[in-house]
């Protein structure tokens, strides 16, 4: 097969990286990022919560209820972005230390030195 190479590529040092070149699934990849920003969703409710003053809320709506649907737009942006950065990421090179470590599993399993 034959690689084409352009402006952008080294010879011998770039390789081209294929779609899955550590072996994570488009789903492995989207669902390890979103994840990742998933604790900063809950922050985010949590900080609504906590610092809201109850006069600030408007009537008909509970404190708790604001503060859940206060994360409704922060998730649906995190996911579109995971979508779009699990898609591209590979197709542009670009790497995660967490998402790309090939022996994650194995460092849970064994204890510290």
Request: proline share 8%; hydrophobic share 50%; aromatic share 8%.
């Amino acid at each position: 097969m034959a690689i084409s190479r352009n402006a952008f590529c080294t010879l011998g040092i770039d390789e081209p990286m294929s779609l899955t070149a550590n072996g994570l699934s488009f789903g492995k990849r989207f669902g390890v990022a979103l994840l990742l920003g998933v604790p900063g969703i809950v922050a985010l409710v949590g900080y609504i919560y906590f610092t809201t003053p109850v006069s600030a809320v408007p009537s008909g709506l509970s404190l708790p209820l604001l503060a859940v649907l206060s994360a409704v737009n922060p998730l649906l942006l995190l996911g579109v972005a995971c979508l779009f950065g699990a898609y591209a990421a590979p197709r542009v090179g670009l790497q995660s230390y967490v998402i790309d470590r090939k022996d994650w599993r194995r460092d849970l399993a064994t204890p510290p030195e």
